[in-house]
């Protein structure tokens, strides 16, 4: 890693560090309902849609009527996504005539944008009409990230009640999501989206007229130059028809809620998505900002902000090495163009490295931390190609993701991720000393370790189960366009992203199948709820407790040490799931590159 590479990876940190607190409390005041200054504003908003929906404010639940909620609510918004995308040839806001979206298809964006995965096996900007852009997939991007921070909320409240029977009341805590804290920050962002360039608008297409027209080009069925696809009406390659739409309005929530569903096919490489070096910095900061700030209100709502510290602490201690591997094997190369002679070296004249499928606006220091940043968060969004990066450089997103989406993680779903694990650390512990293990002055016991360990196996048991079915299927098979351990990479990388709800992709795979969209949304739906469910149940079980004073023999949990055995835990368990099936995939992909 150059200077130049070092520079902006350490500001970026600095920066998401700098606004966690700021950003943390503010969302600690609003789920304990602290007076606000916004509540002028909002206040009136809010009583209006609980008056509209029979929402009662002061009604709590249990665990098992949360539960049920989250399921319902997420259940009735996958129908609407489903017959909107099937419906759109049908309705307004669809200049281009969009025809129906296939049913399989359909089925995996549903399942895709309602759990906060977004992954997405069609060109948005080819397949979806504004109003199913908007109305389907946009609305969706607010709602599955404000699901999950109301489950993270109610798994805090676990921890900071005692002897309670409830843990919240989910429609107030997504209602509370949403207009407080997505809805204004995603205004803003939308606002400087648009001052950047990114286009806001209800017009159709645009048809551009080439300033230096051909003269002349090979002739093809259908009216296109040769190469290209052939256009209704007849094409003389002298024009090209520019996307457009209300892009801005997808692009901030997209970021904000690690949703990472791209308006258009290429995602955040595309320049109407992200059309500068400020546009870049400040979409990659929105990946992670909720996120990282989640940590501070956790320890702000339970009484101790270092518990909230020492998780992100954790988290960044496993970020940064990652992210100097990602980036470093980029800058390094490509070997075999090394023993062409071929010149990769940074200099004033190129940016070096592996510049393959990378775009030179942003160059190797902002596509390596935007892999590593989109991957750490559930985002899923790209401004380079994963699939083009080396090796080593592509494994590091894939080891990201396959650590269970909790460095930093999706909004909401990260930290109550990480705290599943801080559980089994603390079991761990209690284990090594030979008492009962405790957190937050909560003895965890054997029904919290079994929820635990649920929400632990459920993700690596998808990917690996996926993968293999894949991978010995016809149609599976089909599916690769790359033989040898590129090709089972590729795989590896699909089954990860959607059973941890990510949502990227190496794109050298072909997954807009009926078996991928069928296969894939079905790992979608269970990553999402089976481990919500679990974190519900033990935010239960946690609320019924009493809290325990802490004696000599309470292990801390805001230490380094606390802090170094959580990182060794998350790593251990992340090797031991998955190292092996790596080994055939990335990991002997270098050694043949190198050899």
Same mark, same amino acid.
């Given at each position: 890693m150059n200077a130049n590479n070092f520079i902006q990876c350490a500001i970026f940190m600095a920066v998401l560090i700098l606004c966690a !607190?700021?950003?943390?409390?503010? *969302?600690?005041? #609003?789920y304990e309902d602290a007076p606000m200054w916004i509540d002028r504003i909002l206040g009136p908003i809010e009583r209006l849609i609980y008056k509209l929906s029979g929402v009662r404010k002061g009604t709590e639940m249990g665990w098992k009527t949360y539960a049920v909620?989250?399921?319902?609510?997420?259940? #009735?918004? *996958?129908?609407?996504?489903? #017959?909107l995308q099937r419906a759109q040839v049908h309705l307004p806001l669809n200049p281009m005539a969009m025809t129906p979206v296939t049913p399989d298809s359909s089925f995996n964006t549903a399942v895709s944008f309602a759990t906060n995965t977004n992954w997405q096996g069609y060109g948005g900007e080819t397949t979806m009409s504004y109003l199913t852009q908007m109305l389907a997939l946009t609305v969706q991007n607010f709602v599955s990230a404000a699901t999950g921070m109301a489950v993270l909320v109610a798994m805090i409240r676990g921890f900071a009640r005692k002897k309670s029977e409830t843990i919240g009341n989910f429609w107030v805590d997504l209602v509370r999501s949403t207009l407080y804290i997505l809805l204004p920050l995603s205004i803003v962002f939308s606002l400087y989206l648009v001052w950047q360039g990114v286009p806001q608008t209800f017009k159709p297409s645009v048809t551009a007229h080439l300033l230096q027209p051909k003269t002349s080009s090979p002739a093809v069925p259908g009216g296109g130059p040769m190469g290209s696809p052939p256009v209704a009406g007849g094409n003389d390659g002298n024009t090209q028809v520019i996307a457009i739409g209300p892009v801005a309005s997808q692009e901030a929530i !997209? *970021?904000?809620?690690?949703?990472?569903?791209?308006?258009f096919n290429v995602n955040s490489a595309h320049p109407y998505e992200n059309p500068t070096p400020f546009s870049n910095f400040m979409e990659l900061e929105?990946?992670?900002?909720?996120? @990282?700030a989640l940590c501070y209100t956790f320890g702000k709502m339970v009484g101790k902000t270092s518990e909230g510290w020492a998780i992100l602490a954790a988290m960044t201690i496993i970020f940064v090495p990652l992210l100097w591997v990602c980036v470093s094997m980029e800058q390094g190369g490509n070997p075999a163009f090394a023993k062409l002679g071929i010149d990769q070296a940074f200099s004033a004249l190129q940016p070096?490295?592996? *510049?393959?499928? !990378?775009?030179?606006?942003?160059?190797?220091?902002?596509?390596?931390?935007?892999?590593?940043?989109t991957t750490a968060a559930s985002n899923g969004s790209v401004n380079s190609m994963h699939d083009s990066f080396t090796p080593l450089g592509g494994l590091v997103p894939m080891i990201l993701i396959k650590l269970g989406e909790v460095i930093y993680g999706g909004v909401g779903s990260g930290l109550y991720g990480m705290l599943i694990l801080v559980l089994i650390t603390v079991f761990i512990a209690g284990l090594m000393v030979g008492r009962t293990p405790e957190y937050l002055g909560k003895k965890i016991e054997a029904y919290e370790v079994k929820m635990a360990s649920i929400a632990t196996l459920v993700p690596g048991f998808l990917v690996l189960f996926g993968s293999a079915i894949a991978v010995v299927t016809k149609?599976?098979?089909?599916?690769m366009s790359n033989p040898g351990p590129h090709g089972l990479s590729e795989v590896?990388?699909?089954? @990860?992203?959607a059973g941890n709800n990510n949502g990227s992709a190496f794109a050298g795979l072909n997954a807009n199948t009926p078996f991928y969209n069928t296969m894939l949304g079905m790992a979608m739906f269970f990553a999402r709820y089976w481990i919500i469910i679990p974190v519900l149940a033990i935010a239960g079980s946690l609320a019924r407790k009493k809290i325990v004073p802490p004696s000599p023999g309470t292990l801390p949990t805001d230490t380094p040490l606390f802090v170094f055995f959580l990182v060794s835990v998350v790593m251990i368990i992340g090797a031991l799931t998955f190292i092996p099936a790596l080994a055939l995939g990335p990991i002997v992909e270098h050694l043949m590159m190198v050899a």
């Open positions: !607190k700021p950003l943390g409390l503010y *969302m600690a005041w #609003v909620a989250v399921m319902l609510f997420n259940a #009735v918004g *996958m129908l609407a996504v489903y #017959v !997209k *970021m904000l809620g690690t949703n990472g569903g791209g308006y929105a990946i992670l900002l909720i996120g @990282a070096g490295g592996n *510049m393959e499928g !990378k775009d030179v606006r942003f160059g190797i220091a902002t596509s390596g931390l935007w892999a590593a940043a149609a599976g098979l089909a599916g590896l990388y699909a089954f @990860a992203s």
